[in-house]
């Protein structure tokens, strides 16, 4: 029944190893997000995909970055974590852009931890 | 710019009672509107959405919520609460126009708790 998966749910890493966050669909959407989420803080859009085409936020910072190999599946890479990277990632799908009046479904979440 | 208020952080209610969430947006046009809850360490779960039409929008778990443009408010209410409420309420507004129209903009969030 899962629609949003992520893998893993909990990820350490050490500060300034590489690490990939898992995301994967299946409601065959067209659009994937990546929203970034720290303590007691509302989700921060980090980028997201439109089928293929990238769609970066201004103000990501250029540790991030992602690769979607195909529908189904979107990776979040953080090159050179840092301290101020630990934070709870959250994966989300929609069948189109939030301006065409659809909804976006998200998955339950990496929590990163850097040591 | 869009934006969204919530403008209580937290919010304690008694198992049983009556709750209203508070949510104002700053936006143009008709926005569309949403309502997403959050339990600890879990993804988020859309309770509802106002795309247009009614103004009075019915969600699950017993939720609802009204848009009411005059007041730019589209605040979230549930007749009688139940201990499993007790989670993060998130209010956010699609970006419609602007560089990010892939976004929704979130509030701040008002975490509930909900007394025995």
């Known amino acids: 029944d899962a629609m949003v998966i992520q893998n893993p749910r909990y990820q350490v890493t050490q500060f300034g190893k590489p690490v990939t966050l898992s995301c994967s669909q299946t409601?065959?959407?067209?659009?994937m997000y990546w929203y970034q989420q720290k303590s007691s803080q509302a989700p921060k859009l980090l980028f997201h995909?439109?089928?293929?085409?990238?769609?970066n936020e201004a103000d990501t910072p250029d540790n991030f970055q992602s690769r979607r190999p195909n529908t189904s599946f979107c990776f979040l890479d953080i090159r050179s974590p840092g301290l101020g990277d630990a934070a709870m990632y959250l994966c989300?799908?929609?069948?189109?852009?939030?301006?065409?009046?659809?909804?976006?479904?998200f998955g339950p979440g990496t929590r990163l931890t850097v040591t | 710019a869009q934006s969204v208020t919530q403008p209580d952080i937290h919010i304690t209610v008694s198992e049983g009672a009556s709750l209203e969430l508070r949510c104002n947006y700053s936006?143009?046009?008709?926005?569309?509107l949403f309502w997403y809850v959050q339990s600890p360490g879990q993804g988020l779960q859309l309770l509802l959405k106002?795309?247009?039409?009614?103004?009075l929008v019915q969600g699950i778990k017993g939720f609802e919520a009204e848009f009411k443009r005059s007041q730019s408010s589209f605040n979230l209410r549930k007749p009688s609460v139940h201990w499993s409420d007790a989670a993060e309420y998130f209010c956010?507004?699609?970006?419609?126009?602007?560089?990010?129209?892939?976004?929704?903009?979130f509030g701040k969030g008002t975490k509930l708790s909900v007394k025995p």
């Open positions: 989300a799908t929609s069948r189109d852009l939030v301006r065409q009046g659809t909804e976006q479904y």
């Open positions: 409601l065959n959407h067209n659009v």
């Open positions: 995909y439109y089928d293929k085409d990238f769609n």
């Open positions: 936006y143009g046009a008709t926005p569309y």
């Open positions: 106002y795309f247009s039409g009614d103004t």
């Open positions: 956010a507004v699609g970006a419609v126009y602007g560089g990010s129209q892939g976004n929704l903009i």
